[in-house]
């Protein structure tokens, strides 16, 4: 377990649980023993799990089977462990189903792949279904339908409220997802991924680009392991406003936790004021024709 401790006032004091699991782990099995890990952790502000680490990253046969409502049991067993333990809770995401057939979406298939933050009390507090699906046509893009909403939210705790911005996965490599998320007020992006091993330097690489370019945070949570004979890509970061890498895991499964200085976010857009040159209109014509 690595722990980095920023000792500054305006802390927030998170939690990035990098699961590993094969395919010999029942899903069930699999959310007992995360239940079990999270609520051994001792005082966090924020707990944050990775992409579809109960459903399966790269387990597209089987999602269909296993997919549940907002309301059903995985996020049901993460809002008693949100109760339990008193901290903001990212449950990762979970492929969500439809609860009625009249809200399918545009493409009939009611199915999501939806990040879920519940509050302490255990409440559902924020959702995000993931705009950008992986698979070139296969998989997600496949079986799943596109979110179309961007998720900006306010965290509360006692040292005051920061604003939080959700995206998933493959999210990361679209810039203009992370502008949106800062043009309505994000100061940290948690970010969960099932992101393979072979492009691992990728997700390093633009953690730190989006980062860098939005002068926000960015939690970055990966999984570990090999599953659907996929080998996970591990090395979940927090990237501070600079660009700058706080901690890094390495490619097993660990837990990363750190107290990030959320006063950085506004020093440094006061200290390198780069946000106030961009010619956004512009560009959105051009964006716009597409």
Same mark, same amino acid.
């Given at each position: 377990m690595t722990e980095v401790d920023a000792s500054r006032a305006d802390r927030l004091? &998170?939690?990035? +649980?990098?699961? =590993?699991?094969? %395919? %010999? @782990?029942? +899903? %069930? @099995? #699999?959310? @007992? #023993? &995360? =239940? #079990?890990?999270?609520?051994g952790l001792g005082p966090t502000d924020l707990v944050m799990l990775p992409e579809l680490w109960a459903h399966g990253g790269f387990a597209s046969t089987t999602w269909e089977s296993t997919a549940e409502a907002i309301n059903g049991p995985t996020v049901a067993r993460m809002a008693s462990v949100a109760r339990d333990t008193g901290a903001w809770l990212h449950a990762g995401s979970i492929i969500e189903r439809a609860e009625e057939d009249s809200d399918r979406g545009v493409e009939g298939r009611g199915l999501w792949n939806t990040s879920v933050l519940l509050s302490p009390q255990g409440t559902v507090h924020k959702t995000y279904r993931k705009i950008h699906r992986f698979g070139f046509g296969d998989g997600e893009p496949r079986l799943l339908e596109a979110g179309t909403d961007l998720a900006v939210t306010s965290l509360v705790r006692d040292a005051g409220v920061c604003q939080i911005g959700l995206a998933t996965c493959y999210d990361l490599r679209f810039p203009e997802l992370f502008r949106g998320l800062g043009a309505l007020g994000a100061e940290v992006v948690l970010l969960p991924a099932a992101w393979p091993m072979p492009r691992v330097e990728h997700w390093r690489l633009l953690g730190r680009a989006r980062a860098l370019e939005n002068q926000a945070w960015v939690l970055q949570c990966n999984t570990a392991g090999t599953h659907s004979g996929v080998e996970m890509g591990g090395h979940s970061q927090i990237v501070a406003p600079t660009g700058d890498v706080v901690a890094e895991l390495g490619s097993g499964e660990d837990a990363l936790i750190a107290d990030i200085d959320l006063d950085l976010v506004a020093t440094v857009r006061v200290d390198f004021p780069v946000l106030a040159d961009r010619r956004i209109r512009i560009f959105s014509r051009h964006i716009g024709r597409q």
């Open positions: 004091r &998170v939690a990035l +649980l990098q699961v =590993s699991y094969g %395919d %010999d @782990e029942t +899903l %069930d @099995e #699999r959310v @007992e #023993r &995360v =239940s #079990r890990w999270i609520r």
